[in-house]
């Protein structure tokens, strides 16, 4: 190729129909010494441990797919700053996993996210449902001890009686594996059934989230967690059916879109290691709507990231 052709290629690209190979065009890439890399983007396509409807292993290609109608904006609304210009981030691909192995799932991601973070880097990781952020837990917790959970969900998922590979299970184990602080732990938009009384997490219910002001949700959630290292997970069924069908527990009177970014821009001053958004099901989305919402989420969550730098 010519010097005079050379010039006119076009390395970067901000398509939003082209080129569709990672979440927001990063480079796709597991080399954690690229020189300034801050945030990783990780896939886990594991849906073994749905209770409902199957389907969200797709969730890492649905979000990854939809996440290319946000390529074009260099600065986000409403943050005032380019992302690029302040956070290096790789997509490192999904991790991969005997097929049909639960076991070796966890240990595959639990060893993943254990690497990223020893690395110093921040990770963001992308569903598959629930049940990953068990591992992911663990992955984090070896690095960074004991964590305050906020927790996005209809369900609390602390439901004792549940299978040991099941997406409900999950934050009735972790306080017990000594992964998570419950005194510091909130979660946000439940809307189903719980035994309220033994209950260890802070509940933020679906209608207290949407009839209070985001500050007032926002300042219960910074007075719980406090000063402590948190994990964020977002299950996308946190939203009403109406801003995002596809998932496999639906359950209405949910948390708009909207709604949910604001509460998450409030939250940027905590000290928030990790984060996850899972329970996307592109088999049952309408026009992208629930892999848009999970590919917002996941940029949203990197703003507040470079927000500290």
Request: with cysteine.
């Amino acid at each position: 190729m010519s010097d005079e052709i050379d010039k006119t290629v076009r390395l970067a690209d901000d398509s939003t129909y082209a080129n569709i190979f990672s979440y927001m065009g990063l480079p796709l890439s597991r080399d954690l010494d690229r020189p300034g890399l801050d945030a990783v983007v990780m896939g886990i396509p594991y849906d073994l441990g749905t209770s409902g409807r199957a389907g969200a292993r797709s969730g890492p290609n649905g979000i990854r797919q939809a996440s290319a109608n946000l390529r074009w904006e260099e600065r986000r609304w409403p943050w005032n700053f380019c992302l690029n210009e302040r956070l290096r981030t790789i997509d490192y691909g999904d991790v991969q996993f005997a097929s049909g192995d639960s076991e070796d799932m966890l240990a595959q991601v639990e060893a993943h996210a254990a690497r990223i973070t020893a690395a110093g880097k921040t990770l963001i990781s992308l569903g598959g449902d629930h049940f990953v952020t068990l591992p992911l837990l663990r992955g984090h917790v070896a690095t960074h001890g004991k964590l305050a959970l906020i927790h996005f969900d209809a369900h609390t998922d602390t439901y004792a009686q549940h299978e040991k590979y099941d997406h409900g299970s999950m934050f009735y184990r972790a306080p017990r594996e000594g992964l998570v602080d419950a005194e510091h732990s909130v979660q946000i938009g439940i809307r189903t059934e719980y035994d309220r009384p033994d209950h260890e997490f802070l509940v933020i219910n679906a209608d207290q989230a949407n009839e209070q002001s985001v500050a007032d949700t926002v300042a219960a959630v910074r007075a719980r967690v406090g000063d402590a290292a948190a994990y964020l997970t977002f299950d996308i069924d946190c939203l009403d059916p109406a801003f995002a069908p596809g998932t496999g527990t639906p359950v209405v009177g949910g948390l708009s879109t909207s709604l949910a970014l604001r509460i998450l821009r409030g939250l940027a001053e905590l000290n928030i290691v990790g984060f996850d958004v899972v329970e996307v099901s592109p088999a049952y989305d309408q026009s992208q709507l629930t892999s848009l919402a999970g590919a917002s989420l996941a940029l949203e969550f990197l703003y507040m990231r470079a927000s500290r730098i």
